[in-house]
């Protein structure tokens, strides 16, 4: 295995067929999850990493508290949506007043049971993997216990086993797809709100029984921006710390756009792309948009 495979694999381990950051939790951690209380007005937003996860907690966050924030405008995004997985905080789930809004990028068999017997709310949130791909490479390159920058074509094959950080993204999506009916469960893709903010805000808004007038719906959206967000602090996560990003190496918020891929991916990537995602998906009614010819916010 090449040495940047091999640095990639050090700073991940595998539990139950998923994949998860060595630094930030524990098999402990993951295995409790399980057994965690779910309200019934809880929200789980769930994604496959590099999806769009910190945009829809950008949305959910202003859903539930644009208006009647009483002067927690300058509370993170990460502290209004703690990851379950992830509770580098270390927030105290049980003592946070309802209703409450949790991220997470588990599969589906590791999340709370309590979600199966229907209570709670899911917002899963997917993207096209090939901009997934293509976010992933950048990002893990950002990520601070990573030794030596990992190359585009061992990005690819990692993604493609399904060894990064997240596990295999056709997993995820299987997964949660054909366990949709074990779930109180809202489908959004990162192409429908980039071709319209507004209406998956407002969809997202219906599925968790928010009613927010038409005043407030055009505040959530001016405030999910890529261009806004980017420059917002609550939402941009350069409230990383330098242990978790070495923000020197890239943002967060880094191009925002459909069909990126198509920037990076040589044809005969492409193909081998192609050929693993028929050979996997084809089954699945599933159809991702893969562009949408627009440019970046400068
Ligand atoms: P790119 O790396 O392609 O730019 P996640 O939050 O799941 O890690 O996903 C990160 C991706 O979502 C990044 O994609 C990021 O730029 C994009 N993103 C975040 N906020 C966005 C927004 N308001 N509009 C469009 N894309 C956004």
Redesign the pocket.
Same mark, same amino acid.
């Given at each position: 295995m090449d040495q940047d495979a091999l640095d990639v694999n050090n700073i991940s381990f595998e539990h139950k067929g998923a994949y998860f950051a060595s630094w930030l939790t524990s098999k402990q951690v993951i295995d409790a999850i399980e057994d965690m209380e779910v309200r019934e007005d809880d929200v789980f937003l769930v994604?496959y990493?590099?999806?769009?996860?910190?945009?829809t907690q950008q949305i959910l966050s202003l859903i539930f508290n644009e208006g009647h924030r009483n002067g927690t405008e300058q509370t993170e995004n990460i502290d209004r949506m703690p990851w379950i997985e992830y509770n580098i905080k270390n927030v105290d789930f049980t003592s946070r007043p309802s209703p409450r809004l949790f991220t997470s990028h588990l599969p589906h068999y590791l999340m709370p049971s309590g979600l199966r017997s229907g209570m709670g709310k899911i917002v899963y949130v997917c993207r096209n993997p090939k901009?997934v791909l293509?976010?992933c490479y950048? !990002?893990v390159n950002t990520l601070a216990p990573l030794k030596h920058p990992v190359n585009w074509e061992t990005t690819i094959e990692l993604f493609m086993a399904g060894t990064v950080i997240g596990g295999s993204w056709f997993d995820h999506i299987r997964g949660w797809y054909t366990h949709k009916k074990d779930f109180n469960i809202l489908f959004v893709t990162f192409e429908e709100m980039?071709k319209d903010l507004r209406s998956a805000v407002k969809k997202i808004c219906t599925f968790v029984g928010v009613n927010l007038d038409e005043k407030e719906i055009d505040t959530v959206v001016e405030k999910?921006? !890529?261009k806004n967000?980017k420059h917002d602090p609550v939402s941009n996560y350069k409230f990383l710390s330098e242990d978790v990003v070495d923000k020197s190496r890239g943002d967060f918020?880094?191009?925002?756009i459909v069909g990126?891929w198509k920037n990076m991916m040589t044809v005969s990537q492409c193909e081998r792309f192609d050929k693993v995602y028929r050979e996997k998906m084809e089954d699945l009614p599933i159809k991702f948009v893969w562009e949408l010819n627009e440019k970046p916010a400068p």
């Open positions: 994604t990493p590099k999806s769009g996860t910190v945009w901009d293509v976010s950048y !990002f980039k999910a921006t !890529f967000m918020l880094r191009k925002g990126d």
